[in-house]
């Protein structure tokens, strides 16, 4: 089963770009990348996903490298509603069976 | 579209009684599961489905039952209630088993005393 390897913290100054990585080693070819963040008291929410080339959308870019053993989901300019724990996760077992499987994750604080 | 929408919000038990967790979504999403989520802990997935009549086990299984009549709506039973089951209770949909994402609902916070 394809497993991810997050940092359990990081830091940011409001304003500042914030590359949060993530490693994933065992990810079979089929196997789309996902972020998801979930804010205090709140359920989680969808930030990003992508199988192989890098991805763009309003909320944050997600940079995969060219193995694919490990992806970067990049906050353009942290804001304090920023602060959450972010999940990267990939499909556990087969792509088939669509089961998304949420580790620890990274807090992410934002400092003003 | 509502998306995925929950109820109830918020529910108290006694040990052993039973109760269904409603979920239901109006996207014509494949896949639906459902998760639970202990105090500080992250997301634990009990059960999912990749279709109408098709379902699994997901990491926590036990002391759940869910079935999947239609497309639209994938209750969740818990059998007997246990404190241990004292949790807030995510469902989540996607279109398909792998390039899609999850769409969450808003979680029912369960009490069990």
């Known amino acids: 089963d394809a497993k991810t390897t997050q940092p359990n913290s990081m830091e940011s100054n409001e304003e500042e770009p914030v590359h949060l990585p993530c490693n994933h080693s065992?990810?079979?070819?089929?196997?789309?990348i996902h972020w998801y963040r979930q804010l205090p008291s709140q359920g989680p929410e969808y930030v990003i996903h992508g199988l192989t080339s890098n991805v763009n959308n309003r909320m944050a870019s997600l940079a995969i490298a060219e193995d694919r053993k490990s992806s970067t989901l990049i906050l353009h300019r942290a804001t304090l509603r920023d602060a959450a724990v972010y999940y990267c996760?990939?499909?556990?077992?087969?792509?088939?069976?669509?089961?998304?499987?949420f580790g620890q994750g990274t807090t992410l604080q934002v400092k003003p | 579209n509502a998306g995925v929408t929950q109820t109830p919000k918020f529910q108290v038990l006694k040990t052993g009684q039973s109760m269904t967790l409603q979920c239901a979504q109006d996207m014509n999403h494949e896949y639906m599961s459902w998760y639970r989520q202990d105090p500080g802990m992250g997301l634990r997935l009990i059960h999912y489905?990749?279709?109408?009549?098709?379902?699994d086990q997901g990491e926590v299984p036990n002391g759940y039952n869910v079935s999947r009549s239609t497309t639209e709506d994938f209750p969740l039973r818990l059998l007997s209630a246990a404190p241990s089951q004292t949790s807030v209770y995510f469902c989540?949909?996607?279109?398909?088993?792998?390039?899609?994402?999850?769409?969450f609902g808003n979680g029912t916070r369960l009490t069990v005393t």
């Open positions: 996760i990939l499909p556990i077992g087969s792509s088939n069976t669509g089961k998304l499987i």
């Open positions: 065992t990810i079979s070819g089929t196997d789309y």
């Open positions: 989540a949909s996607r279109h398909d088993r792998n390039g899609s994402p999850l769409h």
């Open positions: 489905s990749v279709g109408a009549g098709i379902t």
